[in-house]
Nanobody, 126 residues
Framework: QLQLVESGGGLVQPGGSLRLSCAAS????????IGWFRQAPGKEREGVSC????????YYADSVKGRFTISRDNAKNTVYLQMNSLKPEDTAVYYC???????????????????WGQGTLVTVSS
């Protein structure tokens, strides 16, 4: 089974920043659209952002637009999620997922995944 590994989570104060990484060790991410999702305690999983495989186009949920930036470094086989101006409501476990069907990624649907990770915890608190 293909698997992704997330890293970069931690504890940060409101208004702070974190950069999450999503890496693959046994396959190349170039051919996949990559999505970021999050799940807060007691809440449903929420789609955060997606980056396309071909043209690098991006999409963001309204809740993070203007604060989060998704990017990819194909040379490092890694996708990043730069999170700025963090709020307590951003607290969640963040997951990345890989899609061959790019349209599903841009719909921010946790469906028809080719690979996913175990998540990294982000806690925003003073």
């Amino acid at each position: 089974q293909l698997q992704l590994v997330e890293s970069g989570g931690g504890l940060v104060q409101p208004g702070g920043s974190l950069r999450l990484s999503c890496a693959a060790s046994r396959f190349t991410l170039d051919y996949y659209a990559i999505g970021w999702f999050r799940q807060a305690p007691g809440k449903e999983r929420e789609g955060v952002s997606c980056i396309g495989s071909r043209d690098g186009s991006t999409y963001y949920a309204d809740s993070v637009k203007g604060r989060f930036t998704i990017s990819r470094d194909n040379a490092k086989n890694t996708v990043y999620l730069q999170m700025n101006s963090l709020k307590p409501e951003d607290t969640a476990v963040y997951y990345c997922a890989a899609y061959t069907v790019q349209t599903i990624c841009f719909m921010l649907e946790w469906d028809a995944l080719d690979a996913w990770g175990q998540g990294t915890l982000v806690t925003v608190s003073s």
